[in-house]
C-alpha cells in the first residue's frame, strides 16, 4: 500500500518530501521534542548511539538479509574498525582521525575477504558459529595482546577534524510552546568532549550515502545475484552466478560498513577496550537486522533504532534489560519472524498467499 | 616448552577431567543437532542451571568434606539426581516453549536460532536477576543467601578432600581426579548404551536420519525430539556436578564460555556423532591446556584455543575428526 | 518449419562415462554424443539412471571413470557456474525457480550469466551496467513472449500456474544463451494439449539455433519430436536410433513392459 502510494507522487514532491525528512532528522537533537528525547541522558549521544546503529544494522543487512548469510560475529569489523583508528592514530602513532579512517575501512574489508574466503565454503548453521569465533577471536586478541592495548584498551583516540564555523541554536519547550533558545547551542562543527551532536550529524551523513549506494547496488545485477543465491544457490549457478563470488562481495562490504562504523564510534569515544566489543553487540547487530525485517533497509533501520533506542528510552528498566530482550527475541521469532517490515517480497507474497485463501475460501462455500 | 614438559602429567590429567565434563555437555548439543538440525544456544544455561542445582542442594544437606563414605555418597547422589532433574526439566521446558513452536510452523534455520539466543539470554539473565525476581514477588528475604549477590560467584562447599590415589609421573592424581573422570565415563557408557539398545533410542536415530520415514513407521517425532533434549539435558547435569566437584564454583553466566568450548568439542568431533563428541571434549580439554604451556603468559589465551581451534576445524574439516553420523551427513 | 538443421558435429559427447555411489554403479559405461542442431531424447524405465545421466552431462556430478566433452572439452573440475557459461543450460524435474523473484527477475538471472556488471559498475551506474541492464530486460521479455507469458513478468514465480512455471523455466535456461538445452521431465504433469504446445516450442527452438536434450517419460512426446534417441535400463545403454528404430527394438519393448509372460512364475 505505502509503496504504491509513494511511487503514484511525481518525482519532484518525492524528492521535496525526502529532503525534509532529511532536514528534520538533522535538526532532531536541537528540537528538544517531549516524549521522543530521553529524559536521563544526552539525547545527542544517544542519537549517536542510535545511529551508528543504524549504519551497522545496514552493513550487516547485505550479508544477512541480501545475501542469506548468517553472522554472528559482525562486531569483529566493528572492533577491526575501531582499534585502527586507535593504533593509528594514538598507540603508536599519531595520525589525524580523518587519515586513520580509510585504513581502517581497508583493514576491515581485507579481514572480511580473510574470514569470508575460507568460511563462506561452510554450510549456513556452521557459518554463524565461525563467526561468532572470529568475532571473539579478535575480541580477545585486544584483550591480551599489550600491542593493542590490552584490557586497559586505548586512551586519547583522535576525534574528527572540526570545522569552527557557526553556532546553532536549540528548542526550548519549558513553557509548553518551542522557542528559540540562544543559550544553548551546538557548534557547526565541533568534534570535542563538549558536543555530541556533531557526531550524530556526521554519521547520519554516512548513513545517507550508504542508503544510496545500498540502493544502487542492490536493483542491479550484484542485488539479483544475491536474491537468486539466497533463493536456491544450486539453481543459481546452474544458472551462471557465480554465487562464491557475490556471497564473498556481501561479506566484504558488510565488512567494509562495519569497520566504518567502528572507526566513527572510535573517534567520537576517544577511548576503546575490549569491553566495547563483546559478543553481546553482534547478537544486539542481528537481533536489529532480524527484529527489523531482514532484507529491508527501511525495516533494519526501524529494527536498529529499537535495539539501540528503546533501552536508552527505558533506563529505569535497565537492569531487567537483557531480560526483556531475551523474551523479545522469543517472541519476535515465534509471532513475527518476518521482522517488523518484512522485505517487499515478503509482504508481497503474503498478501498473495492471503488471497489465495480467500479464493480458495469462496470456492468452497459456494 | 619446558614448562609443558615438566608439567605433562599434570596437564594430561587435567586436561582429561575438564575434558570430560566438556564432553558431557558436547552431548547434548551433538544429540540436538543430529535429530533436528538446531544449535541449541541455550544448552549452556541448561547446564548452568544444573551446576546451581548441585551447589544448592550440597548446601540445603549441609554437605561437607570430611563426612563418612556413606554420606558422602549420599551428598553426592543429591547433587547428582538434583543437577539432572532440573537440566532435563530446563532442556524440556526450552523445546516446548522456544523450539516446538518454530517447529510447527517450519521456521527457517535462522529464526530458530534467534530464538535460542533470546531464550539462553533470558535463563542466564534471569538467574542473574534472581535476587530482583525474587524480590518482585517478596520471597528474597526466605531465600536469602541463595538469591542475595547474584551476580557473585557461587562457591561450593568442598565435599571432597583431594587426596592422593596414586601417582602419574611427578603429578599426583587425586580423588577428585578420578571420580570426574569415572563419573564421566559411567554415563557416557550408559547414554551410548541407551542410543545404541533402547527401543527410544533407535527412534532418535532413525529420526535423525529420516524424519519422515520414521514418521512412516509410527515413531512420535515430537517424543523422540523431547526424549533427545531430555538426554542431553541430563547429560549435561551430570557434567554440572562433575563441573562443581572440580572447579567449585559458579555464575549466572558460567555457561557461555563453557557452552562454545563444549560446542567446539562436539563439532570438533563430528557433530551428530556421539563418539564424536566424547572425542572432541577430550581432545579440547588436553589441547587447552597444552596450548596454554606452550604460549607464553598462555592463560589468558586458553579461551582463545577453543575459538580457534573451532574455526579452523570448521573450515579445513567440518564433518569433524570422526565424521558426522547420527543422521546422514549433507553434501 | 524449416528443415532440422542437425550438422555432423558432436556437441556433447559421453565418453564410456561409468558413475559408482559407493558400491551403487548408477551409470556403467555409457556411450553416446549429440549432434549440433539435433534434438536428442533419453529414455528409460524409472531407475534406468537417466537422471544421474543428465546430472553427469551438466556437470553436476563428476564421472567415476570416463569423459564427458563439450565442444570437445572435457567438463572436468570446472565450477557449475561455468559449465553454464560454457553453453550448457537446464531446467529442472521438480522446477527449481527463484519462487519469490518475479517471473521477469527469473530470466534476467539467466541473462546475468554473461554479464560482468559488478559493485563498481552498479553503484555508479557506469554504462556497462546500464547497457546490460537494458539488454537484459529485453532479452528477458523477447524469451517471455516467445513461451507466451508475457504479461506475467511481475508476477510472483511461486504465484504463476504450474504450465507457466515449466515455460518460465526452460525461458530463464534460454537466456543463460546455452548452445546445449537440456530439459528434464519438462512435461510432467501436463495435459496432451499442452503437451503438443510443449513439442512444437522444442522444435521451435531448436529452429533458432539451439540443441536439445530431453528426458522424459511420455512415450509420444518423445517419439514426436527427437530426432534420436538413447534407452538406458539399469545404467546401462541399451539401444540408440531414431525413433522409428527405438519403438520396433526388442530389447527396449521388454525394458518397459517388463519380463516376458512365460518367464514369470
Same mark, same amino acid.
Given at each position: 500500500m505505502k509503496a504504491i502510494a509513494w511511487r503514484s507522487l511525481p518525482k519532484p514532491a518525492q524528492v521535496a518530501m525526502m529532503v525534509v525528512a532529511v532536514l528534520f532528522l538533522f535538526a532532531l537533537p536541537l528540537l528538544?521534542?517531549?516524549?521522543?528525547?530521553?529524559?536521563?541522558?544526552?539525547f545527542g549521544g544517544v542519537l549517536f548511539t542510535v545511529s551508528v546503529y543504524v549504519l551497522v544494522a545496514l552493513g550487516l543487512n547485505v550479508v544477512v538479509g541480501y545475501a542469506g548469510l548468517l553472522d554472528l560475529g559482525y562486531v569483529g569489523f566493528y572492533a577491526v574498525g575501531a582499534y585502527t583508528v586507535g593504533v593509528l592514530g594514538s598507540l603508536h602513532g599519531s595520525w589525524p582521525w580523518l587519515l586513520c579512517v580509510p585504513v581502517a575501512v581497508v583493514a576491515s574489508t581485507i579481514s572480511g575477504l580473510l574470514l569470508g574466503w575460507p568460511t563462506l565454503r561452510v554450510r549456513g548453521d556452521y557459518l554463524a558459529i565461525v563467526t561468532m569465533g572470529f568475532g571473539e577471536i579478535i575480541r580477545l586478541t585486544a584483550l591480551n595482546a599489550q600491542w593493542l592495548g590490552g584490557a586497559p584498551g586505548i586512551s586519547n583516540v583522535p576525534r574528527p577534524p572540526s570545522l569552527h564555523l557557526f553556532s546553532i541554536p536549540s528548542l526550548n519547550w519549558d513553557s509548553g510552546v518551542p522557542k528559540l533558545d540562544l543559550s544553548s547551542t551546538t557548534p557547526f562543527l565541533e568534534f570535542s568532549v563538549s558536543y555530541q551532536v556533531p557526531y550524530y550529524w556526521l554519521v547520519l551523513a554516512v548513513i545517507i550515502v550508504v542508503l544510496v549506494f545500498d540502493k544502487l547496488v542492490k536493483d542491479s545485477r550484484v542485488g539479483r545475484a544475491w536474491e537468486a543465491t539466497r533463493e536456491d544457490e544450486d539453481a543459481a549457478e546452474l544458472m551462471g552466478v557465480p554465487t562464491f563470488k557475490f556471497k564473498l562481495l556481501a561479506f566484504a562490504m558488510g565488512a567494509f560498513i562495519g569497520g566504518l562504523s567502528g572507526a566513527l564510534f572510535a573517534g567520537k569515544q576517544g577511548f576503546i577496550s575490549p569491553d566495547s566489543f563483546m559478543l553481546m553487540m553482534s547478537i544486539l547487530f542481528v537481533a536489529a537486522v532480524v527484529v527489523g525485517g531482514q532484507g529491508n533497509r527501511w525495516g533494519v533501520i526501524l529494527g536498529a533504532v529499537c535495539v539501540a533506542y528503546l533501552p536508552e528510552r527505558f533506563r529505569f528498566l535497565a537492569d531487567f534489560r537483557v531480560l526483556i530482550f531475551g523474551l523479545a527475541l522469543m517472541a519476535l521469532a515465534i509471532?513475527?519472524?518476518?521482522?517488523?517490515?518484512?522485505p517487499r517480497r515478503t509482504a508481497r507474497v503474503m498478501k498473495a498467499d492471503k488471497r489465495q485463501e480467500v479464493l480458495e475460501e469462496g470456492a468452497t462455500s459456494v | 616448552m619446558d614448562f609443558l614438559l615438566q608439567n605433562f602429567a599434570s596437564l594430561t590429567v587435567t586436561g582429561i577431567a575438564i575434558g570430560a565434563v566438556y564432553a558431557l555437555v558436547a552431548l547434548g548439543y551433538t544429540l540436538v543437532y543430529g535429530v533436528?538440525?538446531?544449535?541449541?544456544?541455550a544448552h549452556s544455561e541448561v547446564f548452568m542451571y544444573g551446576t546451581f542445582a548441585a551447589v544448592w542442594i550440597v548446601k540445603i544437606l549441609g554437605g561437607h568434606a570430611g563426612g563418612s563414605v556413606v554420606q558422602t555418597i549420599f551428598w553426592l547422589l543429591a547433587m547428582l539426581v538434583a543437577a539432572m532433574a532440573v537440566s532435563g526439566l530446563i532442556a524440556i521446558g526450552l523445546e516446548f516453549l522456544a523450539y516446538r513452536p518454530l517447529r510447527k510452523r517450519h521456521a527457517p534455520p535462522l529464526i530458530a536460532l534467534i530464538s535460542a539466543i533470546g531464550a539462553s539470554f533470558f535463563l542466564s539473565e534471569l538467574m542473574g536477576l534472581r535476587d530482583r525476581v525474587t524480590g518482585l514477588v517478596g520471597l528474597d528475604t526466605t531465600l536469602g543467601d541463595y538469591v542475595s549477590g547474584a551476580r557473585n560467584n557461587v562457591g561450593m562447599p568442598e565435599l571432597i578432600h583431594p587426596e592422593r590415589v596414586f601417582p602419574l609421573g611427578n603429578y599426583d592424581v587425586t580423588s577428585v581426579d578420578v571420580l570426574v573422570i569415572g563419573g564421566a565415563i559411567v554415563m557416557m557408557l550408559l547414554l551410548d548404551r541407551f542410543v545404541s539398545r533402547s527401543r527410544l533410542g533407535k527412534g532418535m536415530r532413525a529420526v535423525a536420519q529420516d524424519a519422515e520415514s520414521a514418521a512412516l513407521m509410527g515413531v512420535n517425532r515430537d517424543r523422540i525430539i523431547q526424549v533427545t533434549f531430555l538426554a542431553g539435558g541430563v547429560m549435561a547435569g551430570a557434567a554440572a556436578v562433575l563441573y562443581m566437584l572440580k572447579i567449585g564454583a559458579t555464575r549466572y553466566d558460567a555457561g557461555f564460555v563453557l557452552g562454545v568450548k563444549a560446542f567446539t568439542a562436539a563439532v570438533l568431533g563430528g557433530i551428530g556423532n556421539l563418539r564424536g563428541a566424547l572425542l572432541g571434549g577430550f581432545v579440547l580439554g588436553l589441547a587447552e591446556n597444552y596450548g596454554s604451556a606452550i604460549i607464553p603468559n598462555g592463560t589468558a589465551w586458553k579461551d582463545v584455543v577453543a575459538f580457534v581451534l573451532l574455526v579452523v576445524i570448521l573450515l579445513f574439516r567440518p564433518t569433524g575428526i570422526l565424521g558426522e553420523s547420527l543422521g546422514r551427513a549433507r553434501a | 518449419m524449416s528443415e532440422s538443421p542437425v550438422g555432423d558435429t558432436r556437441l556433447l559427447e559421453v565418453d564410456h562415462v561409468t558413475i559408482r555411489f559407493g558400491g551403487v554403479v548408477?551409470?556403467?559405461?555409457i556411450d553416446f554424443h549429440i549432434n549440433e542442431g539435433e534434438i536428442l531424447g533419453v529414455i528409460g524405465p524409472n531407475g534406468a539412471g537417466k537422471t544421474t545421466c543428465f546430472n553427469v552431462m551438466t556437470g553436476v556430478y563428476q564421472a567415476t571413470s570416463g569423459q564427458v566433452r563439450f565442444q570437445g572439452k572435457p567438463l572436468v573440475g570446472l565450477k557449475r557456474h561455468a559449465i553454464t557459461k560454457l553453453g550448457i543450460a537446464r531446467t529442472f524435474q521438480n522446477i527449481r525457480l527463484f519462487a519469490n523473484m518475479t517471473a521477469l527477475e527469473n530470466v534476467m538471472v539467466g541473462a546475468d550469466a554473461h554479464h560482468t556488471t559488478g559493485v563498481g559498475s552498479a553503484m555508479f551506474r557506469l554504462p556497462k551496467h546500464r547497457r546490460e541492464e537494458a539488454e537484459g530486460e529485453a532479452r528477458a521479455r523477447d524469451l517471455l513472449r516467445l513461451m507466451g507469458i !508475457?504479461?506475467?513478468?511481475? !508476477?510472483?514465480a511461486r504465484n504463476l500456474p504450474y504450465g507457466d512455471q515449466r515455460r518460465l523455466e526452460i525461458a530463464r535456461a534460454l537466456a543463460t544463451q546455452p548452445r546445449l538445452l537440456c530439459l528434464d521431465e519438462p512435461a510432467a504433469g501436463f495435459n496432451p494439449s499442452e503437451k503438443a504446445d510443449l513439442m512444437a516450442l522444442i522444435r521451435r527452438i531448436r529452429d533458432d539455433g539451439y540443441t536439445v536434450l530431453l528426458i522424459e517419460h511420455d512415450m509420444k512426446l518423445v517419439m514426436g519430436v527427437t530426432d534420436r534417441i538413447v534407452v538406458l535400463e539399469f545404467g546401462k545403454k541399451i539401444a540408440e536410433g531414431s525413433p522409428a528404430e527405438i519403438r520396433d527394438n526388442p530389447a527396449v519393448v521388454a525394458a518397459y513392459l517388463g519380463v516376458d509372460d512365460a518367464d514369470a512364475s
Open positions: 528538544n521534542l517531549p516524549i521522543v528525547t530521553t529524559p536521563e541522558t544526552d509471532f513475527r519472524p518476518q521482522g517488523l517490515l518484512p | 533436528l538440525r538446531l544449535i541449541n544456544f | 548408477a551409470l556403467d559405461d !508475457e504479461g506475467k513478468g511481475h !508476477e510472483l
